[in-house]
């Protein structure tokens, strides 16, 4: 049987330890872009409210118009 390299063994030992950092971050900024995505969902969530009550009142003001030009015009 051959022997350990103590070097190459160090070698493969921080580039273990390199991996397991960059994982550690890798999921930290996922778990960071989860909460934005989730925040960002919310608030599109509230815009959809308030375009449907700016959709209403819009809807409700063309109307109005439209039958005050329809009573002055006589038509």
């Given at each position: 049987?051959?022997?350990?390299?103590?070097?190459?063994?160090?070698?493969?030992?921080?580039?273990?330890?390199?991996?397991?950092?960059?994982?550690?971050?890798?999921?930290?900024?996922?778990?960071?872009?989860?909460?934005?995505?989730?925040?960002?969902?919310?608030?599109?969530?509230?815009?959809?409210?308030?375009f449907w009550m700016g959709?209403?009142?819009?809807?409700a003001f063309s109307t109005?118009?439209?039958?005050?030009?329809?009573?002055?015009?006589?038509?």
């Amino acid at each position: 049987m051959s022997e350990i390299d103590p070097f190459r063994y160090g070698v493969l030992h921080q580039k273990v330890d390199d991996y397991q950092k960059k994982l550690e971050t890798m999921e930290k900024k996922m778990d960071k872009m989860e909460a934005n995505l989730e925040h960002l969902i919310a608030l599109a969530n509230q815009g959809r409210g308030g375009f449907w009550m700016g959709m209403l009142i819009v809807s409700a003001f063309s109307t109005m118009a439209g039958w005050a030009i329809h009573w002055v015009t006589g038509k």
